[in-house]
């Protein structure tokens, strides 16, 4: 290796040195937090009560007393009373005070630290409800419930979902209009807009796999190609008698050598009559004739 080489493989060594020691300092080295230690705390006593319940091997419990509450900003001591520790009780807390919220039972039950027999103990005791519910709209209003596992779709849900959709047009679809395609995203959207942009519009459905985000995925690219359409007439065109070397540099499909070259026959022999004359500039092969031709107009 020459010397800049060698320079950079040191540095490149250096850094691997410091990310491993970094690692190393934490999983192994560094003290734990008390935040930390209370977490391991109360998730480690949650292990082991669940494990002794597995095996029939239970320590003895705490005293249970049983009454009617709302787990929602239950005190420390009413947790204490229903049989949680303490620091079992202040996980409860904790999970509130970061925007948590018990809405139904099964809420409660997927706490860590609430072990399955002691819910089932509660679960009679618990001040809500079992499950979520909807309701129908009628002529009167909202008042039929319908339950969270069997709802039916509001009939104008319905409606649209069984509607057929046309195709989008990709030349004058906007960020949101492709976003609201299914199997477009943010990023999808983005590069087509750029792609487009350069273009100057898309002539065919086939220049969609040369959008960069899409050029290594031909799945994608099939399942879009149902949901979108092209216009052709709202591509814009270069006017090839009065434009410069670089308006047609610029376009993807052309280079600078090609389009300087254009402009120098043209200057040469006078204007384009017709867009396939540029097949008599030596430089201008069948391809890039074939690619360029929508883009182009001699009016």
Same mark, same amino acid.
């Given at each position: ?119 089932? *103990?509660?679960? %009679? &005791?618990? #001040?809500?409800? /079992? ?6 709209? !009628? ?128 200057? *040469?022999?006078? %204007? &384009?009559? #017709?867009?396939? /004359? ?6 201008? !092969? ?14």
């Amino acid at each position: 290796m020459h010397r800049g080489e060698r320079r950079g493989f040191t540095v490149l060594l250096g850094l691997c040195i410091i990310a491993a020691a970094w690692v190393t300092w934490e999983q192994w080295i560094r003290p734990p937090l008390l935040a930390d230690k209370e977490q391991i705390e109360v998730v480690w006593q949650s292990v082991q009560d669940t494990a002794a319940a597995r095996t029939g091997t239970r320590p003895a419990q705490r005293d249970v007393q049983l009454f009617a509450f709302d787990p929602n900003g239950l005190p420390v001591e009413q947790w204490v009373l229903l049989g949680l520790s303490e620091k079992q009780a202040g996980a409860i807390h904790s999970y509130e005070a970061h925007g948590g919220k018990f809405r139904t039972k099964r809420d409660l039950a997927r706490m860590r630290v609430v072990d399955p027999e002691l819910f089932a *103990q509660w679960e %009679p &005791f618990i #001040q809500l409800p /079992d499950s979520m519910v909807r309701k129908e709209r !009628t002529q009167q209003g909202w008042n039929k419930p319908w339950p969270t596992d069997s709802a039916p779709r509001w009939p104008r849900a319905q409606a649209r979902s069984s509607a057929p959709r046309l195709p989008l047009e990709l030349n004058t679809a906007d960020s949101a209009a492709l976003v609201s395609v299914n199997g477009i995203g943010p990023a999808f959207a983005r590069s087509i807009l750029r792609f487009r942009e350069r273009l100057g519009g898309f002539s065919s459905m086939h220049q969609l796999a040369e959008v960069p985000i899409l050029r290594d995925k031909p799945d994608a690219v099939q399942q879009l190609a149902p949901r979108l359409a092209v216009d052709p007439a709202q591509v814009r065109r270069i006017p090839l008698n009065t434009c410069t070397a670089d308006d047609l540099a610029r376009h993807p499909y052309m280079n600078w050598k090609v389009a300087k070259a254009l402009v120098a026959y043209r200057q *040469q022999h006078g %204007p &384009f009559k #017709q867009v396939d /004359d540029i097949s008599r500039c030596a430089l201008v !092969t069948d391809s890039i004739r074939l690619r360029m031709a929508p883009y182009l107009t001699v009016d």
